[in-house]
T-cell receptor, first 114, second 115 residues
């Protein structure tokens, strides 16, 4: 199993550009999450999904959109990028039926908006 | 509201010293889960341990041990005989038992272990 994969690893955007961060998991997990981690800070939840077709906002959803058309994929869309969105983005997945109930994280996408 | 506080922003120790990382949490739920994750300089997040609110037994795994005390809402993490490879940022997290396993992370403690 590859676990949770994210693309791209790095990206530089100009202010006002848009992009999609890709996230795929191959563990058949129902729950998926997007977090951002600002320098020296903890992770903040942007959006989450409990299954295909169902998404909801987390703590910091403004400026982002998500969709969940399949169990495996949970892309994060940035519209009109702003410098405040410079961060490292982590995708995660979990299954409440798992033995340890932890969230499995992808390797992250480092995004810079200039 | 759920909240996790890691008051220690950064700790520096010399190799072989013991070090304890503090975690204090707030929740109104009676059933919840607590976690520790390690983030080495390479950036990935590595799961270390999960505890549920009904299990207050301390746990030891090699040089790592965890002390869960509901009376003080704390879930502290001790590394015995620290090593340079332990240098990382360590995050404590709280999740809901009911609902959708949303995690609430502390701000992290950066541990520097010097040779």
């Amino acid at each position: 199993n590859a676990g949770v994969t994210q693309t791209p690893k790095f990206r530089i955007l100009k202010i006002g550009q848009s992009m999609t961060l890709q996230c795929t998991q191959d563990m058949n997990h129902n729950y998926m999450y997007w977090y951002r981690q600002d320098p020296g800070m903890g992770l903040k939840l942007i959006y989450y999904s409990v299954g295909a077709g169902i998404t909801d906002k987390g703590e910091v959803p403004n400026g982002y959109n998500v969709s969940r058309s399949t169990t495996e994929d949970f892309p994060l869309r940035l519209e009109l990028a702003a410098p405040s969105q410079t961060s490292v983005y982590f995708c995660a997945s979990s299954s409440p039926r798992g033995p340890t109930y932890e969230q499995y994280f992808g390797p992250g996408t480092r995004l810079t908006v200039t | 509201a759920q909240k996790v506080t890691q008051a220690q922003t950064e700790i520096s120790v010399v190799e072989k010293e013991d070090v304890t990382l503090d975690c204090v949490y707030e929740t109104r739920d009676t059933t919840y889960y607590l976690f520790w994750y390690k983030q080495p300089p390479s950036g990935e997040l590595v799961f270390l341990i999960r505890r549920n609110s009904f299990d207050e037994q301390n746990e030891i795994s090699g040089r790592y041990s965890w002390n869960f005390q509901k009376s003080t809402s704390s879930f502290n993490f001790t590394i015995t005989a620290s090593q340079v490879v332990d240098s990382a940022v360590y995050f404590c997290a709280l999740s809901e038992a009911l609902g959708f396993n949303k995690f609430y992370f502390g701000s992290g403690t950066k541990l520097n272990v010097k040779p």
